[in-house]
């Protein structure tokens, strides 16, 4: 008779202390996307045309109404709190926050992500997970693999993000994102990156924590949920408090030190539509502080809808 491994055991007690219902494992998950934007359940449009109505330029600055996307990153079962995490190589003009592929219409085979990431370990009850993401340290080329890819014809093969050159003399980062759970609420995150290339490159890594926008709808109203900065413990460098009126309060801590930002999950209607804004603290505030250094666009009483450290 074979020993069992004790780390079997383990998940094993974990899944059935999830069937009893006496510890609920699969409340926080991989449940997150890495790209909603271009789908159909997030498509209003007139005619069912979800290629056209959301596409990728417009998913840093528009609020999801069913869903969200991130890179790496994890939220409850009900998509209510998220977390993922957000790359700058220095040069791209935005943030990496989400996958970027090509739709149906600008693919010369169908719709197709232009991106390098894995999935390289899960457990069943979402105890321990590993993601492994390879981000160019050269200017990521969004136009190009659109212009070329939509140039090509369908007998031909498609431009994809290895054809670029981007990765040539290795001069990339691999991103490693690490979950693992004490408990069924508390989980430890560990991020581990490692530049392949040959010089020395800075990367620009942002935890990011917010609420999916079910506030901005038509129908009954709710109660909109807060994240705000609070008192960090010991052997911690800052901490952020998560308030929702069905899901409960969480909290994220940081061991690294770095600036919390705030902002809003809100559309930037003024950047998309020329609209005025209600709030300057819009969805894509990171975007313009990060990279252009904006102070105002974001909100100085730390505390909002979405936040970055």
């Not at 431009?159 to 069924?184: H, P, Q």
């Not at 900065?229 to 408090?241: I, L, S």
């Amino acid at each position: 008779m074979k020993k069992e491994v004790a780390g079997l055991n383990a998940e094993r007690a974990r899944l059935e202390a999830e069937h009893k219902g006496e510890e609920h494992w699969r409340l926080w998950g991989p449940y997150l996307s890495e790209r909603a934007w271009g789908t159909v359940r997030e498509d209003y449009s007139p005619y069912g045309n979800a290629w056209e109505h959301f596409d990728h330029d417009q998913a840093r600055s528009r609020a999801y109404r069913w869903n969200e996307d991130g890179m790496g990153g994890i939220c409850d079962e009900q998509q209510r709190l998220c977390l993922a995490f957000a790359f700058w190589n220095g040069r791209d003009p935005i943030l990496k926050e989400r996958a970027f592929g090509l739709t149906g219409n600008q693919g010369n085979h169908g719709e197709d992500v232009k991106e390098c990431y894995f999935y390289l370990d899960a457990t069943p009850s979402h105890s321990y997970l590993h993601y492994l993401y390879k981000y160019p340290q050269a200017e990521y080329p969004y136009a190009w693999l659109v212009y070329e890819n939509a140039r090509r014809g369908r007998q031909e093969s498609p431009f994809n993000l290895l054809d670029t050159g981007v990765f040539n003399e290795d001069r990339y980062w691999d991103i490693d994102v690490y979950y693992a759970k004490a408990e069924a609420e508390e989980i430890h995150v560990h991020v581990v990156v490692h530049n392949r290339g040959p010089d020395e490159a800075s990367l620009h890594l942002l935890p990011t924590l917010w609420f999916r926008n079910t506030w901005s709808w038509q129908g009954e109203p709710i109660e909109k949920p807060l994240l705000r900065a609070v008192p960090a413990p010991n052997g911690t460098a800052w901490a952020v408090e998560a308030q929702h009126s069905t899901l409960g309060t969480y909290y994220l801590y940081g061991r690294q030190p770095g600036e919390l930002l705030f902002t809003e999950n809100d559309t930037n209607a003024e950047r998309l539509w020329g609209v005025s804004n209600s709030s300057p603290y819009v969805k894509d505030a990171f975007h313009r502080r990060v990279i252009q250094g904006e102070s105002g666009a974001v909100n100085p009483e730390q505390q909002g809808t979405k936040c970055a450290a």
